[in-house]
């Protein structure tokens, strides 16, 4: 790793007046948990520190996190002034200005100095000033914390739930293969500060009676291709208006459709009726790189966890283009 990022990092923040913090469309745990944690940082710096969201609020189940509150859609109007204004960006879980679309414009025409906190592969060299990048990291969290510890700024209990929710759920509850000793030694150190494992499990997983009888639906209706080794959940329109739910309340849907044993990959397709968009999220076991598949739809993820956007397509028509793709690579 290369820890003069880290300072240089440090050095902007500490000679900034103004920060902005801004994650990735459809934010999951680690987004929201690795922007709070940032923003509980900074503003114990005694800094001021907005964070932005491009076409997106905190979903419902992350809203229990101190300080959620302060993360704002992006309303051009209001916050380009802050933008602009900003002496430092940080940039966290994501990598590609054009995933936050109107946002990355701002942030491009601004003179701010520029840092990427990121843990995906192929990174675009030519947005940031510092690039905080580890393909490695099984969560932006961890990224933020090294840079706070780094800092030298104490892990506050906010600060600690805000990255377990980060570790947690970009981990799959610690299951991924992208799980390694220095995320124990992390969780560790967080709970020794006041996190509640069992709390933040709770908080983030337990289900209202509407999403579970949309699971239901989802397990009920999972199709299965290529001898077990392919299943597909689909999440239409028609299934968020009869379970009364959003695609604000899917964290960790995806992952389900690698429940079944002798699956290979697992594809959760989810219909946005109203921006005509259909969200593809990836899963896959093992070697089975499914990011080589996303990239190909101008998506992006890991090897085992990726995602990408069709338009003006029918389920029946994405799901037969994915289909073809998986089975040239199975
Ligand atoms: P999910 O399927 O949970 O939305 O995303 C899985 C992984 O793929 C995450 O790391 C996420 O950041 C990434 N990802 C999802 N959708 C896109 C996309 O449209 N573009 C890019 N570059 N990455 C995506
Ligand atoms: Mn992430």
Same mark, same amino acid.
């Given at each position: 790793?290369? %820890? ?27 987004? &929201? ?20 969201? #491009?076409?997106?609020? @905190? ?24 933008? *602009? ?13 054009? $995933? ?29 000033? &510092? ?21 030298? #700024? ?25 799980? $390694?000793?220095?995320? %124990? ?36 209706? #999972?199709?299965? *291709? ?10 239409? +329109?028609? #299934? %968020? ?13 995806? +992952? ?7 699956? @290979? ?9 109203? /921006?005509?968009?259909? $969200?593809?999220?990836?899963?896959? $076991? ?9 990239? /190909? ?12 956007? %069709? ?15 998986? /089975?040239?690579?199975?």
């Amino acid at each position: 790793m290369d %820890f003069s990022n880290y300072i240089g990092c440090i050095e902007l923040l500490y000679a900034a007046d103004n920060i902005v913090i801004t994650t990735h469309i459809n934010p999951d745990g680690d987004a &929201i948990g690795s922007a709070l944690a940032l923003y509980n940082f900074i503003a114990d710096m005694g800094k001021n520190v907005h964070v932005f969201l #491009m076409d997106s609020t @905190v979903p419902e189940n992350m809203k229990f996190l101190k300080n959620s509150n302060k993360i704002k859609k992006y309303v051009p109007e209001l916050h380009n002034k802050y933008i *602009y204004e900003a002496d430092v960006i940080l940039m966290v879980d994501f990598n590609n200005l054009s $995933r936050i679309k109107l946002l990355g414009n701002a942030i491009n025409n601004s003179s701010a100095k520029k840092v990427i906190i990121d843990h995906h592969i192929g990174v675009d060299e030519t947005i940031a000033d &510092i690039y905080i990048v580890d393909a490695e990291a099984a969560a932006a969290g961890e990224l933020v914390y090294n840079l706070i510890k780094f800092a030298k #700024m104490n892990i506050t209990k906010d600060i600690a739930e805000a990255l377990y929710v980060s570790l947690m759920t970009d981990t799959g509850n610690f299951r991924f293969n992208n799980v $390694r000793q220095h995320i %124990f030694e992390i969780v560790s150190e967080l709970i020794k500060v006041g996190v509640k494992p069992n709390y933040i499990y709770n908080s983030i997983y337990n289900q209202s009676i509407n999403q579970i009888r949309l699971l239901g639906m989802v397990y009920s209706n #999972m199709e299965v *291709y290529l001898d077990g080794k392919l299943t597909f959940i689909v999440i239409d +329109d028609d #299934m %968020f208006t009869k379970t009364k739910t959003s695609n604000n309340e899917i964290e960790g849907y995806a +992952d389900k459709a690698l429940l079944l044993k002798t699956a @290979v990959v697992g594809v959760l397709i989810v219909e946005l009726k109203e /921006k005509n968009e259909l $969200r593809v999220s990836l899963r896959s $076991r093992d070697e089975f790189d499914v990011r080589q598949i996303a990239v /190909k739809y101008n998506g992006g993820g890991h090897i085992n966890a990726s995602g990408l956007r %069709f338009h003006d397509l029918t389920i029946a028509e994405a799901k037969e283009i994915l289909i073809k793709d998986i /089975k040239v690579l199975l």
